[in-house]
């Protein structure tokens, strides 16, 4: 199974930062990562597709980018409705396979 | 407007098989392919396995031996059965969609069902 590193595990942030977190495909994946962001107590939504495809509503302070094995999600200006935990996701070959996760929690 | 919700037992016998349903609407089932993912508490998803579009079927070969996943699709439902549950299989079991026939992103999650392993 393609196993996927997400780092840093946290962060703290301040709202209005530029906030950038990695993941790490332990093969080849493509483009096919996408990235998911889940707030307490609800089900994950998809925030960007094929690794740099923004989801139909995200706003565009939300970005992906990256191939192959190394990948990056970018949020450009961090607001208070932000704070959540992050996961990649490889599609690229069965079975999909999740990163742990990226929590970003208020400094 | 797209919705999936999971309906279900909330605690199982250990060894005993978990029974789940996953309702859908505003889409068809012929058209859009349903994916199962699980999510312990605190941890990071699991993908468990897709109905496609067409009818076929792909698991986790990590749970394959357990699982089978189903869909009735006059009744707009699919199905999940997992037998030999141990309980490291407690967690939230979410049903969710495809963001278009073809693709592997999941656009859309139900509410997810907590389900726990207990005697």
């Known amino acids: 199974d393609i196993v996927m590193t997400q780092s840093p595990t946290s962060m703290s942030i301040s709202v209005g930062d530029r906030v950038t977190m990695n993941c790490k495909a332990s093969q080849n994946v493509g483009s096919n990562v996408d990235w998911y962001q889940q707030k307490t107590g609800q089900s994950p939504k998809l925030l960007i597709y094929k690794a740099s495809n923004r989801y139909t509503g995200v706003p565009d302070r939300f970005t992906g980018s990256g191939s192959g094995t190394d990948f990056t999600f970018t949020i450009s200006n961090m607001q208070a409705e932000d704070l959540a935990v992050y996961y990649c996701m490889q599609s690229n070959s069965y079975p999909y396979t999740f990163g742990a996760g990226t929590k970003l929690e208020l400094k | 407007q797209v919705q999936l919700k999971e309906s279900g037992p909330g605690l199982v016998q250990p060894s005993e098989t978990l029974s789940l349903t996953c309702t859908v609407s505003?889409?068809?089932?012929?058209?859009?392919?349903v994916s199962w993912v699980r999510q312990p508490s605190g941890k990071g998803p699991e993908w468990m396995g897709r109905m496609w579009y067409d009818g076929d079927t792909a698991y986790n070969s990590a749970l394959k031996s357990r699982l089978s996943i189903s869909r009735d699709t006059s009744k707009n439902q699919v199905f999940l059965k997992m037998n030999s549950l141990q309980t490291d299989d407690t967690g939230t079991y979410y049903c969710?969609?495809?963001?278009?026939?073809?693709?592997?992103?999941?656009?859309?999650w139900g509410q997810g069902t907590l389900v726990t392993v207990s005697s």
């Open positions: 505003g889409f068809s089932l012929t058209s859009y392919s």
């Open positions: 969710t969609r495809d963001g278009a026939t073809e693709v592997s992103w999941f656009a859309y």
